[in-house]
């Protein structure tokens, strides 16, 4: 196996994934810092989006020197015309950036209730192992519904308990998914 | 004069209650089935299937076929009133859909898709009758090679998703296709950017995939700015209830009927499936329309063009499945089984042998597609109330249905973490710019076109897709259809230039 091979099996790893992950935050910090003087604020949202395009198409790249050679055409053959298409226009998109070509960064709001959201929606997840889902839905609507600034009660209870009572009835009793009971159930 | 008496005989047995409620409870429950994001048709069709163990023959097929139907159009409801497609083949209904529910006009979005899905079922139906056995013979000649060239038709379709920035466009395909190849390499079985994931070794599933980009971008863009107060979101809440008129429904009639030929052709080759036909027939009508820079902005052509190619797609299917057996989709590879269990064989000896259940299956297909209608008219009025709910209530219950939705599919909390980031990098790519439709159709498309692709190869070569005529046509309008709007932009630009 040749070095780059070796590169590419180890970062199709959990450990290999880890290190993608911290590097990428860094390289896209990095470029947003070196830039800042550069480019004007209404093209930085795109130009971060197709660097972390191009940074994904460069790893997915290294990772298809890892696949084993097979036939005539091999599993590498068709992600590397993928990642070759994606890589040309993310470069033609630099390009255009850079030239003042490209139309503009949409007007976009602010990013703080969508992070907060994204934070409770995380959580909610990440708990229902642990209340199972009826509970932690229950408590993920109410809270969600709240955060929102939305405070009649009498909605929010008959709106989240209709809710846990649907799914129960017709995803867990009829349709038989095994939703996660929880660990406070079992206990 | 043989199939006139053979269709009489098959109404005939349609007379009386049992059968009409039998194609009522499919009709609803598939209904059901696709309006749930995360529920498939095949798999409305396999929960149904115990329930029919011990009907007769006939009512099991027609129960069946039923609710394979009805999912089809259910899908649509959730694209059109919360930008969350029940099923794939109802992605493209969103692109217009669910604009026309931004506009206040969710009415029309749900009458449309339902009169669509309605005449393209028809359709679909019509064909099959008419045209089931040399359709087949032409179906079971498709080489890997032309499914390749079907495929790389459907990815021209970017071109048309991508609106004005067609690079972008072309980069979320590639995004897309690149997504696809996520999983163990189905012909050398190499682990392919799994990370070392069990989870990832089938690849992103697709259902998480679309509800993360469709439904969970949506609702973080609505979160970056303030949530109106009151009850109620669009500007015209009279608009709310409003239905399209007979007349705005004959003035679809072109892109209807043109989208159900194509839905039906394209369902009649195993594995091309719904989606591809909803996404070519959505590409073709924007490509024939007198306003293409409507669409993706609530144009009804849109919407009449997908839904009524999804519909039609399903008699397409069937066409392979009765008359030699094989199945076009999943939901018809349920259906065999559903054959299989009451000792009927599919193929050309189920014609003659039992032709009163062909083609009274055949009719009840016809009268489902007409109980799709009356129940979809009576419930779209309920649909549409879902537009006025306060934003505050629907952000948390999209959110869960998504959670919901995701986990259904596998029993997998992987799936719903894959579908959060999913929503996660459709908000940013959105935010900047980045059309999420193509990424869609790279998923869609990319392991039909992947398998096809090195079937081929391995079969005749790299030569084949040039030796063999459909083949070489295909690519020949793909590569066509691709380059059009870039021609079409630079002629546009030329003539806008001042003369000197």
């Excluded at chain 1, 197709?50 to 198409?57: D, G, N, P, R, W």
């Excluded at chain 2, 897709?465 to 630079?490: D, E, K, M, N, Y």
Aim: glycine share 10%; with cysteine.
């Amino acid at each position: 196996m040749s070095s780059l091979a070796k590169f590419g099996n180890a970062m199709n790893s959990p450990m290999g994934l880890l290190g993608i992950i911290i590097v990428f935050i860094g390289f896209l910090i990095l470029c947003d810092f070196a830039t800042r003087k550069v480019l004007p604020k209404y093209y930085r949202g795109q130009f971060i989006v197709t660097l972390a395009l191009m940074y994904i198409s460069l790893v997915f790249l290294i990772i298809t020197y890892s696949f084993r050679k097979s036939g005539q055409v091999t599993a590498a053959m068709l992600p590397r015309l993928w990642i070759y298409g994606l890589l040309g226009c993310c470069i033609y998109t630099l390009v255009s950036i850079f030239r003042g070509k490209e139309t503009k960064d949409p007007e976009g709001g602010s990013f703080k209730m969508p992070l907060i959201y994204i934070g409770i929606c995380i959580a909610y997840v990440a708990l229902m192992p642990f209340l199972g889902f009826f509970i932690d839905s229950l408590v993920f609507l109410v809270v969600g519904i709240v955060v929102l600034k939305y405070y009649r009660w009498k909605v929010i209870v008959c709106i989240s308990i209709g809710w846990i009572a649907f799914n129960y009835f017709l995803f867990y009793k009829l349709f038989y998914v095994s939703f996660p009971q929880g660990i406070i159930l079992h206990l | 004069m043989d199939l006139l008496n053979h269709l009489i005989l098959g109404f005939s047995s349609l007379f009386g209650i049992i059968p009409i409620l039998a194609i009522t409870a499919g009709v609803v429950f598939g209904i059901w089935v696709g309006a749930m994001p995360g529920l498939s048709p095949s798999m409305g069709v396999a929960l149904m299937l115990p329930f029919t163990f011990r009907m007769p023959a006939n009512i099991s097929l027609i129960m069946l076929t039923a609710v394979y139907l009805a999912s089809n159009y259910g899908g649509s409801i959730t694209a059109v009133t919360i930008n969350t497609p029940g099923t794939p083949s109802a992605i493209a209904t969103a692109f217009d859909g669910y604009p026309l529910a931004q506009q206040g006009k969710a009415g029309w979005g749900l009458g449309i898709s339902l009169v669509a899905s309605v005449v393209g079922g028809l359709v679909g139906i019509i064909i099959l009758i008419l045209f089931s056995k040399p359709l087949a013979v032409v179906a079971v000649k498709m080489h890997p090679a032309e499914y390749f060239s079907l495929a790389l038709l459907g990815l021209t379709s970017v071109a048309s998703l991508g609106g004005k920035n067609g690079i972008k466009a072309f980069g979320m395909a590639m995004f897309g296709l690149l997504l696809s190849t996520v999983g163990l390499d189905p012909i050398s079985g190499v682990k392919r950017f799994t990370f070392g994931q069990i989870e990832l070794f089938d690849g992103f599933n697709l259902i998480p995939a679309l509800i993360g980009l469709f439904a969970l971008s949506e609702v973080f863009e609505r979160l970056e700015t303030k949530l109106p107060e009151t009850s109620g979101s669009y500007k015209d809440v009279k608009n709310e209830g409003e239905w399209p008129k007979w007349r705005d429904y004959w003035k679809l009639k072109r892109v209807t009927l043109q989208s159900s030929l194509v839905g039906t052709l394209i369902g009649i080759f195993p594995g091309a499936g719904s989606s591809i036909a909803s996404f070519l027939s959505y590409d073709l009508a924007k490509r024939t329309s007198k306003t293409p820079e409507t669409f993706g902005k609530g144009n009804p052509e849109g919407v009449a063009a997908s839904e009524a190619a999804n519909s039609a797609s399903v008699g397409g299917a069937m066409v392979p499945l009765l008359t030699l057996g094989i199945p076009g989709s999943a939901s018809t590879a349920v259906l065999i089984s559903a054959l299989m269990i009451h000792d009927l064989v599919p193929g050309p000896m189920l014609f003659s042998q039992q032709p009163a259940l062909v083609y009274g299956l055949f009719a009840s297909m016809l009268v489902a597609n007409l109980i799709i209608f009356v129940i979809g008219l009576l419930g779209s009025r309920l649909w549409v109330k879902v537009a006025l709910i306060p934003q505050q209530l629907l952000i948390p219950l999209i959110i869960s249905i998504a959670v919901v939705g995701s986990f259904a599919v596998n029993n997998s909390l992987f799936d719903v973490f894959a579908c959060l980031g999913f929503g996660v990098v459709g908000w940013l790519l959105k935010r900047y710019g980045f059309p999420m439709a193509p990424i869609v159709l790279g998923m869609v498309l990319g392991s039909l076109a992947e398998s096809s692709f090195r079937r081929a190869v391995i079969m005749g070569g790299y030569s084949v897709f040039f030796t063999r005529p459909a083949s070489l046509i295909l690519i020949l309008v793909s590569i066509l259809f691709f380059a059009l709007p870039f021609i079409q932009a630079h002629r546009d630009k030329k003539r806008l230039l001042p003369k000197n």
